[in-house]
């Protein structure tokens, strides 16, 4: 099993040695890429990539942009959210600024993006998809550093900061740890794969926690039931109803986040599931408005689930 541990992480592949061992190095552009599997807030992934002469990586165009992605898949993660080096410092939605100074000329947001929090914003990028999004900048996610070759300082590597399992999020708040699986399966499916991953279905105690959720599960797509009812982007948490509400994990129920007019018909929706994606209709407008609300189900297929563990050591 391999650990975030280390926010110098050591990768399989140096192909040029003007850059740092473990960085990755593009031709085209002629700079060095190094990706960090470790998760840290966008102020501190932005720290690490300077003490190279460097900075979070920027994107002017679909083929850099592209290429960051397929590097990240093989690198960091297949579908996780990383940082990109833009920020905004507006309640504008339109002015972000690269941390490296060049020009903001080119942009790849998913659906709905960029948003306004309302503070200081940054930015991710999906390697599934490529697109980015919006995302508060104290949450934490793994980064990728740019930086020129031939201009490297040698240092020590970085002190151990936090330990999650590969593919697991670190949150400062909770100091635990948390995976989005994607894998259609009902409630029972979805306790099975934590369990089998040394974790639990994730309990949920507050808004940042809440928040935090929405940020690594969203998908940035309103995907709605279909006639047949078999297509969603809800995932599983570990909220369950007998009788009371009770996380699995045996932490107390202290915190909920339910959708308007939710849960209901309580004699035969015991689970519930997370829905990420914004969701209003005619009907009900004000149901899901920002993709931070719960639903009660009966126990059938959901997009996935997520993870909850302590971090490792």
Not at 151 to 170: D, G, M, N, Q
Request: glycine share 6%; hydrophobic share 30%; proline share 4%.
């Amino acid at each position: 099993m391999h650990y975030s541990l280390l926010l110098i992480l050591i990768l399989p592949v140096i192909v040029n040695t003007q850059c740092e061992l473990g960085s990755v190095y593009n031709s085209d552009k002629n700079v060095c890429f190094t990706f960090y599997n470790a998760s840290v807030d966008f102020q501190t992934a932005e720290s690490i990539c300077t003490v190279s002469s460097g900075h979070l990586a920027s994107v002017h165009n679909i083929i850099d942009n592209n290429y960051l992605a397929k590097q990240a898949q093989q690198y960091i993660s297949p579908n996780g959210m990383i940082w990109l080096g833009a920020k905004s410092n507006s309640q504008n939605v339109t002015d972000w600024n690269w941390s490296d100074g060049t020009p903001f000329d080119w942009q790849y947001w998913q659906s709905g993006e960029p948003s306004s929090l309302e503070t200081t914003a940054c930015m991710q990028f999906s390697a599934a998809t490529s697109k980015w999004r919006t995302a508060s900048c104290i949450n934490y996610a793994p980064f990728i550093c740019e930086y020129p070759p031939g201009e490297v300082a040698v240092t020590c590597p970085p002190s151990i900061i936090k330990s999650c399992p590969s593919e697991y999020y670190y949150l400062e708040e909770t100091q635990k740890c948390y995976k989005v699986v994607i894998d259609r399966g009902n409630y029972d499916n979805a306790r099975s794969g934590c369990l089998n991953d040394g974790a639990e279905l994730v309990s949920i105690h507050s808004y940042t926690e809440n928040s935090f959720i929405h940020d690594i599960s969203q998908t940035g797509h309103d995907v709605w039931y279909d006639i047949n009812e078999d297509q969603t982007n809800d995932i599983y948490i570990g909220l369950i109803y007998n009788g009371y509400w009770r996380w699995t994990d045996g932490t107390s129920f202290d915190y909920s986040s339910w959708a308007s007019g939710e849960p209901n018909n309580m004699n035969r929706e015991f689970w519930t599931t997370y829905m990420p994606d914004a969701h209003t209709d005619n009907l009900r407008p004000n149901y899901n408005p920002n993709g931070l609300q719960w639903n009660n189900v009966i126990n059938e297929q959901q997009r996935g689930y997520i993870c909850q563990r302590s971090m490792v050591s």
